[in-house]
């Protein structure tokens, strides 16, 4: 079958003819319809020595390996032990794959199992014309949502665990650092529960742009922004920052300039140290600091169809680019441009 594959410890991607997956028992088998690129996906691609040194996962990556993780398609095998789903059926991929025995996975935050596996980097990835997926991960798309609004799922989903962590929206305050697509996502959700405002950073123009159709003040991005922040706020700082970067630049930059009382959602993942003033930015504040990774599972997810069922957000306008697999090399050089927000991927028709 065709899939795109990491081939080696260098930058690129290739496209090779690889094994169909063999389901087990407890597995389903998803006939790929369409797929889209994650930041992590182009961090995958460019393979920078210090990120890959820094991120266990790429680091202890067996190459070649099939690649992506944002990703729907429709059922066309079933193992023995699957009951809840049937061939036809139009599902997503939640790209956490848990134990399902631990602790964690028992007390309903399965995401953060120890032992999960993730899908692309761990396991054979979602760029390819067939994917097995454990029955729990693929989840069963609402009627009439199209595959492209299912790939595109699992990253909004990330936006609304986010928006989950942050807790009241309406009436606050908000600065989001980084707008690319799940920032963007972001500052679409905090404008639509009634944000009073929202201030949007970014290093390059085009998602500034997109950040200001969507309903964001935009501050571009500077060794000063938390001082240009603070001064916006009326020295107060914001009341939700949500930093989509993952730099320790960007982490003390919003540390920097979050409100008393205010809470800092750190969603952008990278390796390595960051150095915070504890005293001065958290304590003396009593902010609050969270975690946000992955998706609650399951209950994000319900979240998310209702949203979109909803007619709240459309996801439509988000995918600003398609591909087939045999294009993906320029499909990843346009993600890498920062001038769309989704690309999209599909497999080739013969």
Request: hydrophobic share 45%; net charge negative; with cysteine.
């Amino acid at each position: 079958m065709q899939a795109i594959v990491k081939a080696a410890p260098e930058q690129g991607i290739e496209v090779r003819d690889v094994a169909e997956p063999q389901i087990g028992p407890d597995q389903v088998c998803v006939q790929v319809r369409a797929a889209a690129i994650c930041g992590a996906d182009l961090k995958l691609y460019k393979w920078d020595p210090q990120t890959v040194r820094n991120w266990p996962r790429l680091r202890d990556m067996q190459l070649p390996h099939v690649i992506g993780h944002e990703v729907a398609g429709q059922v066309v095998e079933t193992g023995n032990n699957v009951r809840d789903l049937k061939i036809g059926d139009h599902v997503a991929a939640e790209t956490h794959f848990p134990c399902l025995v631990c602790d964690l996975c028992r007390s309903d935050r399965m995401h953060l199992c120890p032992q999960r596996k993730i899908l692309g980097f761990d396991t054979a990835g979602g760029f390819a014309q067939y994917l097995a997926l454990p029955q729990q991960c693929a989840v069963k798309l609402p009627d009439g949502l199209s595959f492209e609004a299912g790939a595109l799922c699992e990253p909004f989903g990330v936006a609304t665990h986010a928006i989950e962590q942050a807790g009241s929206v309406q009436g606050r305050t908000a600065w989001v650092v980084g707008c690319g697509s799940i920032g963007l996502f972001i500052v679409k959700l905090l404008v639509g529960r009634g944000a009073k405002t929202v201030l949007a950073t970014d290093t390059q123009p085009a998602r500034l742009d997109w950040a200001k159709k969507l309903g964001a003040t935009v501050v571009p991005a500077s060794e000063g922004v938390a001082e240009q922040v603070l001064q916006m706020t009326g020295g107060r700082g914001a009341e939700l920052a949500f930093e989509v970067v993952g730099s320790t630049a960007t982490v003390q930059q919003v540390l920097a300039a979050v409100a008393p009382r205010g809470r800092v959602m750190l969603v952008g993942t990278f390796g390595g140290m960051t150095p915070v003033d504890v005293a001065a930015n958290i304590i003396y504040r009593e902010a609050t600091v969270c975690g946000v990774y992955g998706r609650h599972m399951f209950d994000t997810w319900n979240n998310v169809f209702d949203t979109l069922s909803s007619g709240k957000v459309d996801l439509q306008p988000f995918m600003t680019s398609r591909f087939g697999f045999s294009q993906a090399k320029e499909a990843f050089e346009t993600a890498l441009s920062g001038v769309g927000v989704k690309t999209l991927l599909y497999p080739d028709t013969d």
